[in-house]
């Protein structure tokens, strides 16, 4: 998002910063408890939608990238997705996550888990297949600037 002007938003228990033509648009969602949901609603072609589950308290979770890995394969299998591409694994500051892709008839999913080794969140990305490039790069910073609880 290198020189675009950047706003933060706050999700609950979290928070991102995304390009100022991105919104939070959970409340379009028609679902009675729709994820987080971010979109830039004039030209976007996708949604970025975050489940988060924060830490309560006693043994903290603390993840490793390949547990999240196996958590995001899994997730495809459950589902009967096509095979997963495009995988990646990350550390950014205190985060760490592992991200894939897959195919579903004609759309474009690209999935996340991400910690901060106690809370955990789930995101998704889904669009058109072949416009997957349009927006990609940019959820993919959303998704490296999320914090658990207030920065």
Do not use: H
């Not at 495809?76 to 205190?94: H, K």
């Not at 955990?120 to 600037?145: H, M, P």
Request: charged share 30%.
């Amino acid at each position: 998002m290198d020189g675009v002007t950047q706003k933060l938003i706050e999700l609950g228990g979290g928070e991102v910063i995304v390009p100022d033509a991105w919104y939070d648009i959970t409340d379009e969602v028609e679902a009675d408890d729709p994820p987080y949901t971010l979109a830039e609603p004039d030209k976007g072609i996708g949604a970025l939608q975050l489940s988060i589950a924060l830490y309560q308290g006693g043994v903290a979770p603390a993840p490793s990238q390949d547990d999240l890995r196996n958590m995001a394969l899994r997730f495809g299998e459950q589902r009967g997705l096509d095979e997963a591409f495009e995988e990646q694994v990350f550390m950014n500051e205190s985060l760490r996550g592992a991200a894939m892709s897959f195919r579903w008839e004609e759309d474009f999913i690209r999935i996340w888990y991400v910690s901060d080794g106690r809370s955990i969140a789930f995101v998704t990305y889904v669009c058109e297949w072949g416009e997957q490039n349009r927006e990609l790069s940019t959820c993919e910073d959303i998704v490296k600037s999320l914090r658990f609880g207030p920065r």
